[in-house]
């Protein structure tokens, strides 16, 4: 069996990483890829941690586990979650991040703090970090951050950008469908700056 590629998003409740990880999985199985996908939804409906996993390959994928240093892409919708999954990247694996912080209820309690120098340990991951959230609100489309690092995310991978539009044209409500395609090219084109 050949290798298959590991993907993992990871952000908070209401970011949208479920949709994200929707449109990653569609856009492999439309490519031909066997997918499989793990969701662990933490206590996402109160701004808790959610992850996803998407796992695909050409000739099977055997698990949708993610183990520490297997995921070859980890796409983050914020900085905090970005070094608390960053354990699960490979070496040489690649990490998309937002730039956005976003406080968890511990530290808004005052039970934990915030790490101190959040950037700092991103750049000496190599982490690319998109302003998504003032790409989408360029856009007039501001929850459809999840759909910019997608787009970026597209850049680091062999699908069919035709492919990724007819997957979003499907997937998203159709009063959407317009803003979503926009978020999808701007992150895609950033990318490629």
Not at 15 to 32: N, R
Not at 45 to 71: L, P, Y
Not at 90 to 106: F, K, M, N, S
Request: net charge negative.
């Amino acid at each position: 069996m050949s290798k298959a590629t590991t993907v993992l998003l990871c952000g908070v409740g209401g970011q949208g990483t479920i949709l994200a990880a929707d449109l990653l999985a569609h856009t492999a199985l439309e490519s031909g890829y066997d997918v499989k996908v793990s969701e662990i939804h933490g206590m996402s409906q109160r701004g808790g941690a959610v992850t996803t996993v998407v796992r695909f390959g050409k000739d099977g994928v055997d698990s949708m586990v993610c183990d520490e240093g297997c995921a070859d892409c980890v796409v983050s919708f914020e900085t905090t979650e970005a070094l608390r999954n960053l354990p699960f990247l490979r070496v040489g694996g690649y990490l998309l991040v937002a730039d956005e912080t976003i406080q968890p209820l511990p530290v808004l309690m005052g039970k934990a703090t915030m790490p101190e120098n959040p950037y700092e340990e991103l750049a000496a991951a190599q982490a690319t970090i998109i302003p998504a959230g003032e790409i989408a609100a360029d856009l007039g489309s501001p929850k459809s951050v999840n759909v910019v690092l997608l787009g970026a995310l597209a850049s680091q991978l062999d699908f069919d950008l035709a492919t990724w539009e007819k997957t979003i044209t499907r997937r998203v409500p159709p009063k959407t469908i317009e803003k979503n395609l926009a978020a999808f090219r701007e992150g895609y084109a950033h990318a490629q700056r």
